[in-house]
């Protein structure tokens, strides 16, 4: 008499490996969709050449004393059309002779957004005291975090319209010792 143990039935064991198959894979799809969704979003692609936006009116700049404009832009997500969002903030300068200088607001240390102040005449980044004079040079003679001076932008008075001052906006990466532009 032969004695030997019977086997599982083979339906169970496989049934086994394919529920252990099948749950994996549903565990794979559920961690792996958002990994995919994030590296196909717009936002993670490099942003496309920026264009010049109008961002003031020459007789709104007094001559040596900044202005904070805003610049906006029509911005597409998806399937949402956002006709007029910000997409940044600008310091204009209007000098003696009616040219205009821009400067991005945000500090090139980490980031913040860089203020004006009147009583002391320059510009201060309030996240760590990294200040700057009117022309955008960084200040030495004080803790100066910022490894540069301000970020100048592109400006120009529009073809069509020269009272409008239109300026090409562009992102800088922080912490660089010169700039250099978000891609």
Sequence with gaps: MSDTHPHPPPERRSFLKWACRGLGALFAA????????????????????????TVARLNELEKGVPF?????????????????DVVGRVWLIRQD????EAFTTICPHLGCSINYEAKAQNFICPCHNGQFDLQGKKLT??????????????????????????VKYVNFRQGEDHPVPKT
């Design 68 to 84: 904070q404009g805003v610049v906006r832009a029509v911005r597409r997500d998806a399937w949402t059309l956002h006709p007029n």
């Design 97 to 100: 002779d009616d040219r205009v």
């Design 30 to 53: 559920l961690l792996g969709a958002p990994a995919i969704a994030y590296l196909i979003d717009p936002r993670n692609r490099p942003a496309p050449d920026g264009d010049f936006k």
């Design 141 to 166: 003679g004080v803790n100066n975090p910022a490894p540069r001076d301000m970020d100048r932008l592109e400006c120009r008075r529009a073809a069509d319209a020269p009272d409008l001052i239109q």
